[in-house]
């Protein structure tokens, strides 16, 4: 571990910087699969759609950033290549041969809510842990997503 301006003991940020890579492999890997039915979507709901999926891929690729420096302003080391999100990401693969409109807001959601259990995990060790400004940062994360799914699970309704 590096030094920290955090006044959090070393085991404490230790554990932190662990969960955040993991959320940082979850989140490179979403925001793959968002670009993925971003570009590929077809159907009478594109016009609507296309630009909500790149909303979604550019607020990812924010907290991506925010999740990434948190860890190393906590003294840590990031993991962040596409390799090693693939690796280790938790979210399910994308079907990327999909191209109807509603199926691809059907696999988003889907995989936004895997997203938010990870998030949620992180935020409960942050808790845990006493790092205010982890779960200050999630928390934010969290909010915005859950905002997500529900737009995507409120498209699906008849
Ligand atoms: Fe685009």
Redesign the pocket.
């Known amino acids: 571990m590096y030094r920290s301006p955090s006044k959090l003991s070393e085991a404490v940020r230790q554990r932190v910087v662990q969960t955040l890579n993991e959320r940082l492999a979850d989140g490179l890997d979403l925001h793959s699969q968002i670009?993925v039915a971003?570009?590929n979507i077809k159907g009478p709901q594109f016009a609507s759609l296309?630009p909500l999926f790149?909303t979604f891929a550019l607020g990812l690729a924010n907290h991506n950033d925010a999740i990434a420096e948190r860890a190393v302003t906590l003294g840590g080391h990031v993991y962040g290549t596409v390799r090693h999100a693939a690796k280790t990401s938790r979210i399910p693969e994308y079907e990327q041969d999909t191209v109807h409109d509603l199926e691809h807001v059907r696999l988003l959601a889907d995989r936004i809510e895997s997203y938010l259990v990870g998030l949620r995990e992180t935020r409960g060790i942050g808790e845990k842990e006493g790092d205010t400004d982890t779960v200050d940062l999630v928390t934010g994360i969290v909010s915005e997503f859950e905002k997500h799914a529900w737009f995507l699970r409120a498209s699906l309704e008849s």
């Open positions: 670009k971003h570009w296309h790149e």
